[in-house]
């Protein structure tokens, strides 16, 4: 009789106990593919929502005398006697090396002008590159479309009386208001948006940018590198990298997968006792048979390799049923949890549990293949 044939017979004999070792360590797997799948679809689908939350790099004309205010550009007055960069940066950005690493590119131009309730700030923008990269802005009315209707921003809106459908002069301009900014909490909200070319019309500024907020997909490139060849690209500007955002997005994500590896290794640890005390009693249980094995003629080796088959019998079983029942928790997962986007369910995540879930049975058999093989066979007929 072949030795595989004996293991079969013995786990046939031992249904419970098989059952119950090939459930323990099914459930491990399974718990460990949905929270491994689950966990890399959170933490892609949070890395995408944060790599949208505004910009990690800001690229700024290079002058001694520059203080911050909006943006990393002070506008206190009509006068600023600092450089700008020129509308040929926004071409040279997109043809770095990580050009595909970067989302969104938002270019600006500052000043102040006059209005009939006083000087105001005026910020010209790229209004669909703007509101791709502050998706926290929410308005009343609508997105500006023509090239002299403004958005203004709350305390804008407040301090000059005006609402959407409104007119008033801009320099020498009238504009229309388009929509009103919710209050941001920020510069945004002293702020008078409209149109890239028209703001440099206005503030005559042909040609000329006063900053260029990036943002940049920081969980696939970094951030770091990205800003270098930005530097290098445009060597008149100052480039900075938003450190401590570019950090908290990666801390957040990093906590979110070691959390569920922990828990994942855990779970996988208490499955492989569980079939190591099933084994183990299970050659308990069999000394008697073993003896016999050992009495006819069968080599220690071969007592070793029944049990390590039924072993592997057990892992592979188990690591299949857990990756089934894995996949059918992710996809509950998935679905409940509703996630934008991100990671699908992983063909090598799906398959090198088995693996592992085999590996572990193998190595959870070793103390009774060490009890079984150092078993005399006198001793083991002295029970009968």
Known sequence: MRLAQISLNNLRRRKAKALFSITSLALGVAI?????????TLQSDLAHRLDQYGANIIVLPKSDSLNLSYGGLNVGGVTYGQQYIGTDALSLITKIDDAESISTVSPKVIGALPTEHGESLIVGVDFQQEFTLKKWWSLTGQQ???PWEVLLGAEAADKMNMQPGDTFRLSDTNVLVAGVLEETGSQDDYAIFLQLSSAQKLLDMQGKISLIEISALCTTCPIK????????AIPTAKVTPLKEAV???MATTTRLATFATAISVLVIIISSLVVLATIMGSVNDRTREIGILRAIGFRQSQVAIIILIEAILIGLLGGITGMSLGYLGYTLGAR????????TFSVAL????????TLLAILASLPGVWKATRLEPVEAIRVL
């Open 247 to 249: 950090v908290g997005r």
């Open 225 to 232: 590198e990205i800003s270098d060849q930005i530097g290098q």
């Open 336 to 343: 409940v949890l509703t996630v934008q986007g991100g990671a």
């Open 350 to 357: 799906a398959f090198w549990p088995i693996m592992v879930a």
């Open 32 to 40: 460990f593919v949905t929270l491994q799948s689950v966990g890399n």
């Open 144 to 146: 500006p479309q023509g």
